[in-house]
């Protein structure tokens, strides 16, 4: 099936906020910290401001009457408040920490004078190491917190020291998981118009992924109701989660817009995005498991340490990472014994943020590499020690209290090892090691809560009520408008809900027309993210849709004098069962909905034929496995994917096609952060990764051509057993590359603690690897 | 992420260009810009003048006859795509394949590769094993400077500010056998550590020329003396002198170290390359594929 | 010799139709073209030069936009995403794109286009590992490269079939 939005974005008309002009429009450019920590002495804008076409410089006292930008975490007791202002006032907390910003003619001209502010800082002692900033003596990142640690929080299930003190065999794993992000190829973006009538409204066009709570974030701070700002998110090329955040920038350009009585944009360059927007994934774990001597898991215990940067970001805090790394520990397996702790202290470098596979990455990687470990500890093959642990497909509740809607969770496993050939592969292993060549095979099977709704916010410890509105209106030319919160930055929700719409009312897919992204025509929605608006939408969209095909029914059932429930509506047309020709073309039945008087019932009197309804399903897990083949290069660390097959199971697949794109998208990400992608900061926190020359990303020739397979399982929960997909490749694949690279090496006997796995770090490995061995040989 | 401001001048004639360098002190040369344009959008660069020699009439071109002619301007696209120079010196289009893109290719110029002097640049290498010289024109006249007094160091070069670079000459290499072999993360990335190779040998097939540049190791690209010593007088395709060259190849080389690679790591992965390097020379004779 | 010291006008024949616009020296081409000539089907992803979503076809040959200022391609033929359909009909490539799912968000997809094109004209019968090589200098975040590589080995084999047709 051709995607619906695929023209226009080939033709180059698609629009994108950079496309968005307005007349007398102004441009912004922010004049941002080079420290990792500072006070700012003084800010001195006159030599900006004396270039032509530079018209003003704000600071922070010059949008002193906004109300500060609050985080106040995922609506938890335990998680600290933190309060900043759009503009650093007194300190900068990390570099690119926005201090203040220049408006002028063009963007060439706003940069001239951003390089002309000039800044006093006074330099304070950076805090770049999160464990050292959980220590008492640690210097504060925010000295208004009193503490460094946005949350700390443990949970246990079961008795876990019990399990560890009758283990036959414990293994204990540290892990770093590396910082990377999303870096969507279009940046962020911030157009906004103020105008002066009614109490002053604001018309904004943002690079968002959620307009909704866009707008239920930033009115308060402009100081306006939420029906005075209008956020119009049409074209957004890429998010993967980073553009559901709200930023400082979000509130200074409409409010520099009020200021300086002028539209202005503001165009986030890739410094910018790489610097100051969120980064993720950065979490020290540890991870211990106890086995019995014959393989039976009995019990995992891990600690997960967010480095959680400047600032605790808003809406969803750096728990999105920690939190989520714990709260899932057991899993696919049966291991009734569970424990996590969780510490997510600030540092003085760019803030966490949601970001495709969040804290499920490193918990994945944490859990699946300390498994293949034990694996070898144990002598046990790592196929059969998985499968030997793993729970049944059917309906299964954790340990810590989340309910699977039933999976394929060793079929997947199965499948994978299958796809790659394992038997084969074990001695093909062998032949090349005789070669001087070193191949390795790593797995790595998930459990991944999508669908994101209150029941599976609650259940994994964010407990946010989320849910979703679609509302569906037959026109009285029988056409469809659906209007929905959710949005689409790539994943081509005009072809899906449009599919699902078409499906429902039994109408042509090209009569249906999906509106989204404006806060002014669609229906209040929680936005897309967390692989959850295949769920959301199709069960909006199916229980709006399905009162209004209630009523088409109603009505063709007495223009064809039948009863309704033998009314088919197929092909735009309503039809009685067994009788083809006693028809009504929808279009008649569209008009006599709005203009059959009295005759109508009366609810139809009263509603026309638009029904609008939300949909917050139980809870939805998808889950599948990651098998990854790979070719170390032992002399310079290179590191080459010869395979990598993923087995999917996200329910009942909506559109194949773009399923698999979302499956392959998510992986290529998983590349990137199993071997390219590092966001590096100095020991001083001076950041050195605010270019694409140094941040990697997977290019046409480190993605090989994916082996993908799927395997339907209907979510017994969900609207249509749907469940979702979006991040599954990025939570999967990382562990699977760490693992293949292991099994690579096993001959040298080395441990990789920590992401991506970079040629340097691997020799160094190695070399230590060859170290120890000569010893030996000495001893 | 945009310039800062510069004047603009276009001139169509090498003594035009000259004048014009030598009149504005704060300006660089615009060729293809695919190095310099990035580091003016970062504002890294801030030339007060650019002077676009891309116009100059004769200032590219291939002339393969006897040695290998290339104006400076000619950009690295053509190159890859001359048949004749793929046939005959071979090793320049194995070299280009991997600097950049083909998008920046078609823009970059040899020229520009070669007096940019980023020591990561594998032209530069290339240009020492081969032998190469510089046609240099400046307000004094014109001068040859050979590759191996040409790169100073980090992005330095023996090119005066108000000189240019006009020309490259390289001599025919019949007879000679060649390597290529650099490590990147992706395909087309500025390399950790990157090798060039020709060596030479006698009808009893023991080596007599050994070339072998370092380039993305030092601060410029280096011939590494020791490598080369330990081959002369080696049978050509040893895989044991070969390994010997990639053990003593960084002798005295003074490695660089930055905040992504470690001096170590560079010096493993370039002794590595040496040794592949020299190994898959023995196979490579002037017509490439041997005449396949 | 010629001279650009302040704003001037700049003409660059574009989708063969000639567009002039004012423009200081240090305008970028993916600048003039978007916000000059108000072509925004170009993208700007990196303007470091690394990403290719501003890739454009100078003299038929690939370009990076953000690595290419206006004043340097004065009465060149530049052709962008704008000039590919004609009529409103997708060209080859396009099509292609739509049908092997070869895109996603859209945004790095005009750069991919252009240098699609310039493969197939350089290489009309290019094997994947060729595409590959050829398209590393664009990336794209949303699609792993599946689609994308299926779809010019798609508009390879089409135009293949229909020379043979012919």
């Known amino acids: 099936m051709q995607r619906v939005e695929d023209p226009r974005l080939l033709a180059g008309r698609g629009r994108f906020v950079d496309d968005v002009a307005f007349p007398g429009m102004l441009h912004a450019a922010f004049v941002r910290s080079p420290h990792a920590h500072a006070r700012i002495v003084s800010v001195d804008a006159s030599a900006a401001l004396a270039v032509d076409g530079v018209l003003a410089v704000y600071t922070a006292k010059d949008v002193d009457w906004l109300a500060p930008l609050v985080s106040s975490g995922p609506m938890r007791d335990d998680v600290c408040v933190q309060s900043r202002t759009p503009l650093a006032a007194s300190t900068a907390r990390h570099v690119g920490d926005p201090v203040a910003v220049v408006v002028a003619r063009s963007p060439y001209l706003a940069e001239d004078g951003r390089d002309l502010v000039d800044v006093e800082w006074d330099a304070l002692p950076p805090v770049v190491d999160p464990l050292q900033a959980l220590e008492p003596d640690s210097p504060l ?237 144990m002598g046990k093959d790592p196929v059969e020690l998985r499968l030997q642990n793993m ?343 990382p562990a699977a590359i760490v693992n293949a690279i292991t099994d690579a090496l096993s001959p040298f006997g080395i441990t990789i603690e920590k992401t991506p796995v970079t040629p340097e770090y691997l020799r160094q490995l190695l070399r230590a690897a060859d170290h120890d061995r000569n010893k030996l040989v000495g001893a | 992420m945009k310039p800062a401001k510069f004047d603009y001048y276009r001139p169509y004639s090498v003594p035009e260009a000259i004048e014009v360098l030598s009149s504005h002190p704060d300006s660089k040369v615009l060729a293809g810009g695919q190095s310099l344009i990035p580091l003016m959008n970062m504002r890294l660069a801030t030339p007060a003048a650019l002077v676009d020699i891309s116009r100059i009439e004769g200032l590219s071109g291939i002339d393969t006859n006897g040695g290998l002619r290339l104006g400076a301007t000619t950009r690295q696209s053509d190159v890859l795509g001359n048949a004749v120079i793929q046939q005959r010196w071979p090793l320049i289009t194995s070299a280009v394949v991997h600097v950049g893109h083909p998008a920046t290719r078609a823009r970059g110029t040899f020229g520009g590769s070669i007096a940019h002097a980023d020591p990561a640049a594998e032209l530069s290498a290339v240009m020492l094993v081969l032998d190469a010289s510089f046609g240099v024109q400046g307000p004094a006249g014109s001068r040859s400077v050979s590759a191996e007094g040409f790169f100073l160091g980090h992005y330095t070069t023996e090119l005066a500010e108000d000189e240019l670079l006009v020309e490259i000459k390289i001599p025919d290499i019949s007879g000679w056998y060649w390597g290529f072999g650099e490590i990147v993360r992706r395909h087309g990335d500025y390399a950790l550590a990157g090798v060039a190779a020709s060596l030479r040998a006698d009808e009893a097939g023991l080596v007599t020329d050994a070339r072998i540049a370092l380039f993305a190791v030092a601060h410029r690209p280096v011939r590494s003396s020791a490598a080369e010593a330990r081959l002369v007088g080696t049978r050509l395709g040893d895989p044991a002198a070969a390994d010997e060259a990639g053990r003593v190849a960084l002798d005295g080389v003074e490695v660089a170290d930055d905040s992504f690679v470690s001096a170590t790591y560079r010096r493993e992965a370039a002794a590595s390359v040496v040794k592949r390097v020299v190994r898959e020379a023995a196979t490579n004779s002037r017509s490439g594929t041997d005449g396949q | 010799m010629d001279s650009r010291l302040g704003s001037v006008a700049v003409e660059i024949i574009v989708n063969g139709e000639k567009r002039a616009a004012v423009a200081e020296p240090r305008m970028l081409l993916s600048d003039f073209l978007r916000h000059g000539l108000g072509l925004t089907g170009t993208h700007v992803g990196c303007e470091q030069g690394v990403c290719g979503a501003c890739t454009v076809l100078i003299d038929g040959q690939p370009a990076r936009s953000c690595l290419t200022f206006a004043v340097q391609v004065e009465g060149a033929q530049v052709e962008t995403v704008e000039g590919m359909a004609k009529a409103g009909e997708l060209s080859d490539i396009q099509q292609a794109y739509r049908s092997a799912h070869g895109l996603q968000c859209g945004f790095c997809t005009p750069g991919f286009l252009a240098s699609t094109q310039a493969l197939l004209q350089e290489n009309p019968d290019p094997t994947d590992e060729q595409i590959r090589e050829y398209l590393s200098g664009n990336v794209c975040r949303c699609t792993g490269y599946q689609g994308i590589v299926a779809a010019v080995r798609s508009a390879a084999d089409a135009r293949k079939a229909s020379s043979h047709g012919s």
């Open chain 1, 391 to 733: 729970i049944g497909p059917e309906v299964y509740t954790t340990p810590f209290g989340q309910t699977y809607d039933g999976g394929s969770y060793a079929a997947a496993l199965e499948q994978a090892r299958d796809a790659v050939d394992y038997a084969e592969f074990r001695q093909r292993q062998l032949r090349a090691r005789e070669d001087g060549r070193y191949l390795g095979v790593g797995f790595s099977p998930f459990v991944e809560p999508t669908g994101w709704a209150s029941a599976s916010a609650a259940a994994g410890g964010m407990p946010i009520p989320f849910f979703d509105t679609a509302s569906v209106t037959v026109e009285t030319d029988g056409s469809v408008t659906v209007t929905t919160g959710l949005h689409s930055d790539g994943q081509g929700h005009e072809t899906t809900l449009a599919q699902v719409t078409a499906d429902e009312l039994g109408v042509a897919m090209d009569s249906v027309r999906i509106v989204y992204g404006d806060t002014d025509s669609s229906v209040f929605g929680m936005g897309t993210y967390a692989s959850r608006s295949a769920v959301l939408g199709f069960g909006s969209i199916r229980e709006s849709a399905g009162q209004v095909r209630d009523r088409l029914t109603r009505i063709a059932a007495s223009l064809l004098e039948a009863d309704p429930s033998d009314i088919d509506l197929v092909d735009g047309v309503a039809r009685v069962k067994g009788v083809p020709d006693k028809s009504v073309p929808l279009q008649q039945i569209a008009l006599f909905g709005y203009f059959g008087g009295t005759a109508r019932p009366d609810d139809i009197q009263r509603d026309g034929l638009t029904a609008t309804a939300g949909y917050d399903p139980g809870e939805t897990y998808a889950n599948g496995c990651a098998a990854a083949v790979v070719e170390v290069d032992v002399e310079t660390g290179l590191v080459t994917i010869e395979q990598l097959a993923a087995v999917e199971d996200c329910g009942v697949v909506l559109n194949p096609t773009i399923v698999k794109g979302q499956v392959a998208g998510a992986i290529a990400n998983g590349i990137g952060i199993a071997l390219l992608e590092e966001l590096a900061y100095e020991d001083n926190g001076e950041f050195i990764s605010g270019n694409l020359i140094n941040y990697l990303y997977p290019s046409t020739t480190e993605v090989p051509s994916l082996t993908l397979h799927s395997i339907e399982t209907p979510s017994a929960v969900s609207a249509g057993g749907v469940k979702g997909v979006g991040e599954a490749g990025t939570i999967a694949a």
């Open chain 1, 141 to 377: 990142v925010d000295e208004e917190l009193g503490t460094n640690n946005i949350c700390h929080a443990e949970q246990s299930a079961g008795d876990v020291d019990a399990a560890f003190a009758d283990a036959d065999y414990v293994t204990s794993i540290r892990f770093h998981s590396g910082r990377s992000t999303a870096a969507p190829i279009e940046g962020r973006g911030v157009v906004a118009e103020y105008e002066d009538r009614g109490g002053g409204r604001y018309n904004i066009y943002s690079s968002t992924q959620m307009p909704h709570l866009l707008r239920m974030f930033i009115a308060p701070v402009l100081g306006v109701p939420a029906g005075r700002v209008t956020i119009k998110a049409p074209d957004v090329g890429g998010a993967f989660g980073l553009k559901c955040t709200v930023f400082p920038e979000d509130i200074v350009i409409p409010a520099v817009a009020r200021l300086s009585g002028h539209p202005v944009k503001w165009i986030e360059d890739r410094w910018e995005n790489l610097a100051a927007g969120v980064h993720s994934k950065d979490m020290v774990c540890t991870m211990e498991i106890a086995a019995k001597a014959d393989g039976t898991m009995t019990a995992f215990r891990g600690r997960f340490v967010t480095d959680s940067g400047a600032y605790s970001s808003v809406p969803f805090s750096p728990l999105v990472d920690s939190q989520v790394a714990g709260v899932y520990l057991s899993s696919c397996y049966d291991v009734q014994n569970v424990a996590y702790s969780i510490d997510n202290p600030l540092t003085n470098k760019c803030q966490i943020g949601a970001v495709r596979g969040v804290g499920w990455v490193p918990g994945q990687l944490a859990r699946e590499v300390a498994i293949d470990r034990l694996a070898r500890t």
